[in-house]
């Protein structure tokens, strides 16, 4: 007589063989992951920014690819040379004069052959500073090597932030025309790239909202992209303006220099400080006239702090708080790319969110039993 086996063992055994077979599947893919994540890691930032370049400029490309007979590769390579000389062209021009500026500057501190000018005895007049400012400034005039000797460690390290500084917008300036390139790459295969897009969507949240969260990402990114330009061309020409007045030598270039780094990104300081210098060493200003004109134009450097607010969040499907909110602290933590990402996962959080009040199954169940047509 044979022993009936137990039911609930052979149960047990087959789900514990089960999950230890799915915990080893889980196990091998986050690793993989982890793996993946760790080789495209040092590429990630720049393959976001092309992403953001390419989502920003494609309904350009496919207007000129519809003008020269649906050529997306033609229409890719226009674009990219035509950014390329637009940005590399006055960004180049303008780093390796300012490049070129702080070594001079550098080299003439340490071999005792920058004169400074004699300061205005109105200087000193000047409320809590002017007293101090006024000798320090004298000093520097009569005995420019007494004063570096004394100020040796501050003048050190502030060489060593301009020079950090310096190469830190070359740099940024490289990224930005790289993943202009690798953007042109990206709207050549522009319609594969959408259809990828709306998989991944459907495949996360569903097919009922895959489609449109892929748009929601597309309008955010475009709404921020297109809100830096506008706030860019009108802080250049706030600061074009500024320069006109204070009578600045070439003020319209300086204009097209502040647009075209606005464009990337890079602080209108660039612009507005050699500016400021002329007006208090090289420009023939009287001490208010120097005061008047630098507020002027540190006011129309500051714009952006004040049209950001009012240009961003436009066009896109989430409250402007939410995407404003979404770039502020975006660009708070990881900078200029981190407002992208910061307004594009906020409005996707309160899209999805606001969809999951929307559905909610007990309202639902009792609006059913509340309407007498219900065929329940």
């Known amino acids: ?18 999950l230890l077979d799915v915990l080893i599947r889980a196990g091998l893919i986050l690793a993989m992951t982890l ?35 649906g050529r997306q590769g033609l229409a890719a390579s226009l674009l990219v040379v035509t950014g390329l000389v637009l940005i590399a062209g006055p960004a180049t021009v303008l780093m390796s004069s300012l490049g070129d500026g702080v070594h001079q500057f550098v080299n003439d501190v340490r071999n005792n052959t920058l004169v400074i000018p004699a300061p205005r ?12 400012l006024y000798a320090a400034w004298s000093m520097a005039h009569s005995d420019l090597p007494a ?25 940024s300036l490289m990224q930005f025309l790289a993943a202009f390139v690798i953007a042109g790459i990206i709207m050549a295969f522009g319609a594969s790239g959408a259809r990828s897009c709306r998989a991944i969507s459907n495949r996360i949240v569903g097919v009922e909202r895959g489609a449109k969260m892929a748009e929601l990402s597309t309008s ?20 074009g303006g500024a320069l006109l007045i204070a009578g600045v030598p070439w003020a319209g270039v300086l204009a097209v220099v502040a647009l075209v ?6 602080p209108a300081a660039v612009v507005i ?25 540190v006011l129309s450097g500051l714009a952006d702090n004040i049209l950001k607010p009012l240009l961003l969040g436009r066009g896109v499907e989430a409250p402007m708080p939410v995407v404003l909110l979404g770039a502020l602290g975006g660009m708070a933590t990881n900078g200029i790319l981190g407002m992208f990402l910061g307004a594009t996962l906020l409005a996707l959080g309160y899209q999805l969110f606001m969809s999951w009040v929307a559905h909610d199954p007990d309202i639902a169940a009792s609006t059913e039993k509340s309407d007498p047509t219900s065929p329940c």
């Open 1 to 18: 007589m044979s022993i009936p086996s137990n039911p609930d063992r052979e149960l047990e055994h087959r789900i514990a063989s089960r």
């Open 35 to 69: 793996l993946c994540y760790r080789v495209f890691a040092p590429f990630l930032p720049l393959m976001i920014w092309a992403v953001i370049l390419a989502v920003m400029i494609y309904p350009l490309h496919q207007s000129i690819a519809r003008r020269i007979g």
């Open 121 to 132: 005895a109105s200087i000193a007049e000047w409320p809590v500073i002017g007293e101090r």
């Open 147 to 171: 004063l570096v000797s004394s100020m040796q460690p501050k003048i050190g390290d502030l060489t060593k932030s301009a020079l950090a500084f310096v190469a830190g917008i070359g740099i």
């Open 220 to 239: 955010t990114i475009r709404a921020v992209a297109l809100g830096v330009i506008g706030i860019a061309f009108i802080q250049a020409t706030l600061v």
């Open 261 to 266: 780094l606005g464009i990337a990104q890079v």
């Open 273 to 297: 400080l050699p500016a400021i210098v002329y007006l208090w060493v090289g420009g023939d200003y009287s001490t208010a006239q120097s005061i008047g004109y630098t507020i002027l134009l």
